[in-house]
């Protein structure tokens, strides 16, 4: 939807505040309270989703227009959603994620956006992938001397389908392989996408750029119908948020699976198991597009209905995503098969608080992106564990660029374990 | 009007340049549409007007130096939090907005169970930190989500705890203020150096002058910390819950228990209640889930237990048996925690609930008693963590018309009357939701010791997206204040639309000689005279607003 389609729900906004923070239900301390990384760098009551909700309804009514400051601020989201999930706490009638991507949507038509994004979709045209200086020629270094099956050229059950940060990032092409490796060990028919692998782009739709989204989407529904895939395995959280929330509405229609969830089947299944109790005492942190944002995509396309004079309803039934069904049991369950001792943080699963690298931020906006990375870090030590495990390799590298705690990815502890 | 690039500096010198803004974007998130739910004001179809620049103060010291060049330039000033309130929007054209949002330390002293916190200190994680030491504080009827400060300085901060706890101004110990004119005063023991383990006395106090008993209303400078009571919390030292959003369920142990009491009339409701304020066993109490509206309370608390369902989900729970029973059941009712210190402690307050019950033939509603609407209401009213359920139905309510008078078994007496008039206009006027008259709501005791408050908040639900609805929803609260005002002597719109005489419809604040218009009309000048005085006294150079009622004599 265009800005001006939600002019409602910006003037229903109640004002109420919960945006700002994680549902009171469940919160510990002050220190640990907000849920913003946005509002919480900025400051600025502009930068909450409430804010937004402000400034849109000023823009779709071509009230102001953008400055540089505003253009920022609209930008410096992460769409990790926390926002969306205290909001829906109360509130069921408003969309408090969709609104603030939809406001970068129309600072990108308005021709406003940061530098470093248009690196980003520059990237995206000419090398299919959203991290400017890597190269597609480079894209399939990852396996190594690994092989497996080209399902664009010979058919496959399984997708493998690694994602940019896998692809291009060396310290995690081992990473990548012992993936690919445990779903193979399974006795799945797999392949990969070979020389027709590319980008999500994925985190081109968090940053509003949605003409790009959608012809990348295009490619890659075209590519994945060509292998007859019934399946596909993912380790990274946006890849999976992509395929399974957004690429359905695109014609993609094979069931979605991140590695932990492959992984945790697979035990259950008695497919897999571990020979070594690692002992180590971790924390997790939910990744937001495998957590909150992780839950099935349900087709709808309706209207408002008003009821019982003014409560405002959906025709039909609107889906309403909260968070509720994210996928947050497979790694705990994980961590613990490998023998680790799991210390929560304050702030997890559908309230989790960002890593810092949402919507491209760690590319284009890397003061808001380190900010939210060290508030994340600071928890995890306050849990007195060892390290920060996450299940996506956004996270781990914007929590390996604060530093400060030693992180891994689960797969990595799931490989120590076998 | 943008300010001299001389005075933008002077201010960027107090704050730093990262805490200053004069952003168009920026500005325009600072303005209280005034189509919301904001405080009794309107609601109208606009907002209220731009700032001039929003600056971000990190200390005390900063609002003073802040403050000062206010007065220095004479620029109107007004300060905020977390922004709900139309009270914290500046009302003049050339004013600067305060955004408190940088001023967020607090500490407790345990020992003598006291808390201080700066502005940005809400209370729902406020009291997070309180239940670490096995202590509670008050959380206000505004929500969870509001300052501690803007609730102590600026209202009475009445919530379902205050029966226990006592409320936001009862508890109030020491505060530090800038006052307008840029001085800071301290009192009670912090005035003499000391921790904030007493407030003033004997004699004249400050407190007194400066917050009185409703508040200031975002007036007369900033408050920028305040020491307040806490209280025993015998629960957990977290608040231990289980599921997900939007469904969270308290797991407690078997000395907090919630309930819904439920009687045959309003009379005995009335009589039951009182004897609960009196008996000292209620740790939480508040006729809350009535808001939604007699006809469908039963089916929405069905909705917000399960995620799965949705308001469009209302008439289809309607026409199930059990969702029928359940709403008759609960037609006049009182939702209630008890939390013991010990196991007899606990067995009394249990043994003297079912008393009063009983004593008023009363009944514990079967369904709400079932364990997962129990622990999900344990956690509301503990925390008040779903306190914005006021907006589920439109966004926006506005209420209290009428039944606020002041004597809880008179409002009970009224209360049919009251709803049957509203369901009238339900039927009639589609401009509010048709949810079966009754959607009053209110807690057990809170300002002055209770008995009153109850009722006190009857809500109408409308849309801010609608513009028929808003004018519609404003000439419906006029029409029926009027009536009861009338026909029963009630403060209707006295109290109802009190905006309506501290900002103008424009929302432009009003000058001295509207004000005066206003307040000779009055039966009793003389509060307002001697406002005018102090205001003259504390704020010369007139830079707050008019939410200070008050009344130049020489007018007269």
Request: glycine share 8%.
């Amino acid at each position: 939807m265009a800005l001006k389609d939600y002019i409602a729900m910006e003037e229903r906004c109640s004002n109420c505040s919960f945006c700002k923070f994680v549902p009171f239900d469940v919160a510990k301390s002050i220190r640990f309270g907000d849920n913003c990384p946005s509002g919480c760098y900025n400051n600025f009551n502009t930068a909450f989703a409430r804010g937004r909700f402000q400034l849109g309804l000023a823009i779709a009514r071509e009230e102001i227009g953008y400055t540089a400051e505003t253009t920022r601020i609209i930008h410096e989201c992460m769409s990790c959603g926390a926002c969306d999930v205290s909001c829906k706490v109360c509130r069921y009638n408003l969309e408090p994620l969709e609104h603030n991507i939809a406001l970068k949507n129309e600072a990108i038509k308005a021709g406003h956006i940061l530098p470093g994004q248009k690196k980003m979709i520059k990237s995206l045209e000419e090398e299919k992938t959203l991290m400017p200086g890597k190269k597609k020629a480079n894209r399939l270094a990852w396996l190594g001397k690994l092989e497996v099956k080209d399902a664009m050229k010979s058919k496959a059950e399984v997708l493998f389908f690694p994602g940019c940060r896998y692809s291009y990032d060396k310290k995690l092409f081992s990473v990548a392989q012992g993936a690919l490796k445990i779903v193979m060990a399974t006795g799945a028919d797999v392949g990969i996408l070979g020389e027709a692998d590319m980008c999500c782009a994925g985190r081109a739709y968090q940053m509003g750029f949605f003409d790009e989204f959608n012809a990348a989407a295009k490619a890659n529904v075209k590519a994945i119908k060509k292998t007859g895939a019934k399946m596909i395995v993912t380790p990274c959280a946006d890849c999976y948020h992509a395929f399974k929330r957004l690429y359905p509405e695109l014609g993609l229609d094979v069931e979605v699976l991140h590695i932990t969830e492959f992984i945790e089947r697979a035990i259950d299944e008695g497919k897999l198991s571990f020979s070594k109790k690692l002992g180590y005492t971790v924390t997790y942190h939910d990744p937001c597009h495998l957590g909150r944002q992780g839950e099935p995509y349900v087709a709808w396309h309706g209207k408002e209905k008003k009821i019982r004079n003014q409560i405002h309803t959906w025709e039909p039934r609107r889906p309403r995503y909260i968070g509720f069904y994210g996928i947050y049991d497979a790694p705990r369950k994980i961590i613990a098969a490998t023998g680790c001792n799991l210390e929560e943080m304050e702030r997890i699963k559908e309230y989790a608080w960002c890593c810092g690298a949402g919507s491209g931020c760690s590319e284009h906006s890397p003061e808001l992106s380190a900010f939210t990375a060290n508030e994340r870090i600071e928890e995890a030590k306050a849990t007195g564990a060892q390290m920060i495990v996450t299940a996506c390799p956004w996270c781990k590298g914007n929590f390996e660029k604060a530093g400060g705690m030693e992180v891994k990815d689960i797969l990595e502890l799931v490989l120590e374990a076998m | 009007m943008a300010l001299d690039r001389a005075i933008y500096k002077a201010f960027e010198q107090v704050v730093g340049k990262r805490n200053i803004s004069e952003d168009p974007g920026v500005l325009e998130t600072y303005r209280c549409i005034a189509a919301q739910s904001s405080a009794h004001y309107g609601p109208y179809d606009h907002k209220t007007p731009t700032p001039q620049a929003v600056v971000m103060p990190g200390s005390t010291k900063e609002v003073q130096g802040c403050i000062r060049l206010c007065n220095k330039y004479g620029i109107h000033f007004k300060a905020s939090t977390t922004f709900w309130s139309a009270h914290g929007y500046i009302d003049d054209d050339y004013s600067i907005q305060f955004d408190m949002h940088r001023m967020k330390n607090f500490s407790i002293d345990a020992k003598n169970m006291t808390m201080t916190v700066e502005p940005y200190v809400i209370a729902g994680t406020a009291q997070a930190e309180a239940m670490r030491y096995g202590l509670t504080c008050n959380i206000p009827g505004v929500g969870c989500s509001s300052s501690l400060v803007a609730n102590v300085s600026g209202w009475g901060g009445p919530g379902p705890s205050s029966v226990y706890t006592g409320s936001a101004a009862e508890n109030l110990l020491c505060f530090e203020w800038v006052l307008p004119n840029g001085d800071i005063i301290h009192t009670g023991s912090e005035s003499a150096g000391l921790a904030g383990f007493t407030d003033e006395g004997p004699g004249p106090a400050l407190r007194a002058l400066l917050r009185s008993g409703g508040g200031l209303r975002g007036e007369f400078g900033i408050c920028t910390r305040i020491t307040f009571k806490l209280s025993p919390w015998p629960g957990p030292s977290e608040m231990t819950t289980e599921g997900h959003a939007p469904a969270y369920f308290a797991k407690l142990p078997d000395n907090i228990r919630a309930f819904t009491l439920c009687f045959p009339d309003w009379d005995r409701w009335g009589k039951a209640m009182m004897l609960l304020c009196e008996s000292d066993i209620i740790f939480a109490g508040h006729r809350q889930f009535s808001m939604f509206g007699r006809d469908i309370k039963a089916a929405m608390l069905e909705i917000l237990i399960d995620p799965d369902k949705q308001l469009c989900d209302i008439e289809e729970l309607n026409k199930l048996e059990s969702v029928q029973k359940t709403n008759k059941s609960i037609k006049i009712e009182m939702y209630v925690v008890v939390a013991g210190m010990t196991k007899e402690d606990m067995d009394w307050k249990l043994a003297a609930l079912n008393k009063i019950v009983e004593m008023y033939d009363g009944w514990f509603d079967e369904r709400c008693n079932q364990k997962d609407l129990e622990e999900w209401m344990q956690s509301y009213f503990i925390r008040m963590g779903h306190k914005n359920l006021n907006y589920t139905l439109c966004g926006s309510y506005e209420g209290t018309f009428g039944l606020n008078g002041g004597n809880l078994l008179y409002s009970a007496s009224i209360a049919e009357e009251a709803f049957a008039v509203k369901r009238e206009w339900e039927e009639k006027d589609t401009f509010i939701a048709r949810i079966g008259g009754d959607s009053s709501m209110g807690g057990l005791s809170a300002m002055g010791g209770g008995q009153g408050p109850m009722l006190w908040e009857f809500f109408a639900h409308f849309d801010a997206h609608d513009k028929k609805s808003i004018s519609g929803l404003r000439n419906f609260i006029d029409n029926v204040s009027t009536k009861f005002q009338r026909e029963h002597d009630c403060p209707g719109p006295e109290f109802c639309r009190c905006n309506q005489m501290l900002r103008k419809e424009s929302g432009y604040g009003f000058t001295q000689e509207e004000m005066n218009e206003i307040y000779k009309k009055m039966p009793d000048v003389n509060p307002y005279i001697y406002q005018f005085k102090v205001q003259k006294l504390f704020n010369p150079n007139d830079l707050t607003g008019s939410y200070y009622p008050r009344l130049d004599p020489a007018s007269l």
